[in-house]
Nanobody
Framework: VQLVESGGGLVQPGGSLRLSCAAS???????MGWYRQAPGAQRELVAT???????NYADSVKGRFTISRDNAKNTVYLQMNSLNSEDTAVYYC???????????WGQGTQVTVSS
């Protein structure tokens, strides 16, 4: 099983980034999501999406971030708009395996919002 993340980087306040996470080696992919961890803070949920497309967002990103997925490609995306300094963190992709308690994490991708 492998989760490959991409799309992080440095962006100015008010800018946008799109994260991608491609999962391979999983036959029945369940909920997929993004979490983030800022320096000195605990990892927190950003957004999740079920296999049927139902979404859930942290209050801090509602209206700015959009999660989506392509089931055929086992890929989840996170479109991030109106970024601010509080969004600076390492972003981790998470994928659950349907019908089991198993979940997998990506290696993390750094998002830095700074002028």
């Amino acid at each position: 099983v492998q989760l490959v993340e991409s799309g992080g980087g440095l962006v100015q306040p008010g800018g946008s980034l799109r994260l991608s996470c491609a999962a391979s080696g999983i036959i029945f992919t369940g909920d997929m999501g993004w979490y983030r961890q800022a320096p000195g803070a605990q990892r927190e949920l950003v957004a999740t999406i079920t296999s049927r497309g139902s979404t859930n967002y942290a209050d801090s990103v509602k209206g700015r971030f959009t999660i989506s997925r392509d089931n055929a490609k086992n890929t989840v995306y996170l479109q991030m708009n109106s970024l601010n300094s509080e969004d600076t963190a390492v972003y981790y992709c998470n994928t659950k395996v349907m019908f089991t308690p198993t979940e997998y994490w990506g290696q993390g991708t750094q998002v830095t919002v700074s002028s």
